[in-house]
């Protein structure tokens, strides 16, 4: 079966600093995998996929995440943090018949 | 291009109650997902619609039903409700297999 792990509840990063939110995967088969933001009281909104090609996934606003098939992980990444990007993150992989299986997310809380 | 629009916003009933809500896809996007978000079981698949179909189905007990029509938009049916039936219910559509677009969702209370 299908299964996304995101292994930290809350990360906390001063704003220009590196960011990194946890992704580990289980998948049989090659890896769809997601990445998701949500901001309060609204749906979520895509940031970037993994289906094949370079290890390394541009996305929206400056992200981006690393596949790493010998890790099972897609860690989402980002150079510099922006107090803007404090929100709920979602990791998320496709299974067979197609339907998402998120993560539990990750709140991403940068401070000033 | 407009994006995933869902109505009513939010929605307050009372137990036992029978509530409907409503998705209209990106133009074009035939497929149709919905799922259940809550803060303990976080986000959860209810099911898809594809072309008029339901092609594919979480765990959830039939109370929850759902349907779409002709020009893709769907509804989703929840009988008898119960408080843990509170929620966010998020609709995502897709073109094909590639990634799935959101909606803001229907918060739904029950009291």
């Known amino acids: 079966a299908q299964s996304v792990a995101q292994p930290e509840d809350q990360v906390n990063v001063a704003e220009g600093n590196p960011l990194t939110v946890k992704c580990t995967y289980s998948?049989?088969?090659?890896?769809?995998l997601f990445w998701y933001v949500q901001y309060p009281n609204r749906g979520l909104q895509f940031l970037l996929k993994?289906?094949?090609?370079?290890?390394l996934v541009k996305g929206s606003y400056g992200f981006e995440a690393e596949f790493n098939k010998s890790q099972t992980s897609f860690h989402l990444k980002k150079p510099s943090a922006l107090v803007s990007d404090s929100a709920l993150y979602f990791c998320?992989?496709?299974?067979?018949?197609?339907?998402?299986?998120f993560g539990q997310g990750t709140t991403l809380q940068v401070k000033p | 291009k407009a994006g995933v629009t869902q109505t009513p916003r939010y929605l307050i009933k009372t137990r036992g109650q029978q509530v409907t809500l409503s998705c209209s896809p990106i133009?074009?996007?035939?497929?149709v997902s919905w799922y259940q978000q809550t803060p303990g079981q976080g986000l959860q698949f209810l099911f898809e619609?594809?072309?008029?179909?339901?092609?594919n189905k979480g765990n959830f007990p039939g109370r929850f039903s759902g349907r779409q029509f002709s020009n893709s938009r769907s509804e989703m049916n929840v009988s008898t409700l119960e408080l843990g039936d509170s929620a966010l219910y998020l609709c995502?559509?897709?073109?094909?297999?590639?990634?799935?677009?959101f909606g803001p969702g229907t918060r739904l209370t029950v009291l």
């Open positions: 998948v049989s088969g090659n890896p769809y």
């Open positions: 995502a559509s897709t073109l094909g297999n590639n990634e799935q677009f």
């Open positions: 993994y289906i094949t090609g370079d290890n």
């Open positions: 619609y594809f072309s008029e179909t339901q092609r």
């Open positions: 133009s074009g996007h035939r497929s």
């Open positions: 998320a992989v496709r299974d067979p018949t197609g339907k998402l299986i």
